[in-house]
């Protein structure tokens, strides 16, 4: 099992950029890929970003391409999302979660940290 901890985020004017940080534990960190999720008020949780075990291949939710990028350090067990450009649109609280493969939905994943906000500005 991985335990996940999101830190980062914060209140940023809309044009202004943020970078959020996923801190891991567990030995099974770099075998598990990750998944960036974000949720609004009234809103489900929406997939935004994901990066598989080796940090080779990354995929985008259409809504965010060009301006977030995921990566991940396995050595310091640690995967990021830097948020470029941010809209008033992306003000969700951001999750980050750990699965066997990287998925859109939010049920393929079984471990998730406990969220951290961001709130953009315009």
């Known amino acids: 099992q991985v335990q996940l901890v999101e830190s980062g985020g914060g209140l940023v004017r809309a044009g202004g950029s943020l970078r959020l940080s996923c801190a891991a534990s567990?030995?099974?960190?770099?075998?598990?890929?990750i998944g960036w999720f974000r949720q609004a008020p009234g809103k489900e949780r929406e997939f935004v970003a994901g990066?598989?075990?080796?940090?080779?291949?990354?995929y985008y939710a259409d809504s965010v391409k060009g301006r977030f990028t995921i990566s991940r350090d396995n050595a310091k067990n640690t995967v990021y999302l830097q948020m470029n450009n941010l809209e008033p649109e992306d003000t969700a609280v951001y999750y980050c979660?750990?699965?066997?493969?990287?998925?859109?939905?939010?049920?393929?994943?079984?471990?998730w940290g406990q969220g951290t906000q961001v709130t953009v500005s315009s």
């Open positions: 979660a750990a699965g066997r493969f990287v998925m859109t939905s939010a049920p393929s994943y079984a471990s």
């Open positions: 990066v598989n075990r080796s940090g080779g291949s990354t």
């Open positions: 567990g030995r099974t960190f770099s075998n598990s890929a």
